[in-house]
C-alpha cells in the first residue's frame, strides 16, 4: 500500500480542515514546497495536493506551488481542486503533476470526464469520490447530492477507471480512524484502486487499510498534529 501525504493549500500555506468545513481551518507555519522536500527526505514518494481556495471557486489558482514541488523535488504528485476545463487541466499537467484527482466535474459533466480520461490514460486520472452520509459531495465539499459513493466509484469502474481517492468526510480531520467498513464495501463490490482518505491517525490504521486491501492511504492532520511522524513513516514506506 503506498503512504501518500496531503498537502492541502490555502494562501501558499498549509492548512487542515475539519470535516470539509472552511471555517474550521486551521493554517499551519510551514511552506508547502519544505514539506514535500522533507517528505522526500523520509522516503515518501507520493503527494496528494488538493488547491482548497481552486476547489472553492471552481479554478486552480495554486498551480505554481506545484510546480515549485514537482522542479525541486523527485515525489509524484496528484493534483485536485477546481479543475473544470480542458485549460485547468492540462495546467496541471503541464506543472508537473503525475496524475490529475477529478470529482465535480464527473459528478456533473460525467461526458467531459471520460473525454478527458480517454485523452490522458486510466493512469493518469483519478476519480474523486468524496462522501457524506454515503453521498457524494462536490465544489470542495459544499454542495451535496443524491448519488450514492459506491455506486457512483461502480460506474466509472465499469468504464474503465482505475483509481479513486474516498473520502468520508464525517471521518474528515477527526483523528478517529477511517471508515475502513465502507471501503470494505466498496472493494467488495467494485474492481478499482482505492486510496483511503480520512481519520487517519495511527500506525494500526495504516495496517488495516493495508488489510482491507486498500492500494494506498492519505495522512493529513495527524502528521501537521504530531500524531504521527515521518521518521515513523519512513520505516514502514
Known sequence: MRIILAIDIIGGRCVRLTRGDYSTKKIYDMDPVEVAKQAEYHGIKYIHMVDLEGAAISKPVNHKLLDKITTTTSVKVDFGGGIRTFEDLKMAFDYGANQVTCGSIAVKNP????????????????????????????????????????????????RGVKYTICTDIEKDGMLTGPSVQLYKEILETVNINLIASGGISSIDDLKE?????????????????????????????
Open 111 to 158: 461526458d467531459l470526464f471520460m473525454e478527458w480520461f480517454k485523452l490522458f490514460g486510466a493512469e493518469k486520472m483519478i476519480l474523486g469520490a468524496d462522501s457524506l452520509d454515503r453521498k457524494i459531495s462536490t465544489n470542495g465539499w459544499m454542495t451535496g447530492s443524491d448519488i450514492d459513493v459506491v455506486d457512483f466509484i461502480k460506474n466509472y469502474s465499469d
Open 209 to 237: 487499510l493495508e488489510m482491507t486491501g486498500c492500494e494506498g492511504a492519505i495522512i493529513g492532520k495527524a502528521l501537521y498534529e504530531g500524531k504521527l511522524t515521518l521518521t515513523e513513516l519512513s520505516k514502514i514506506c
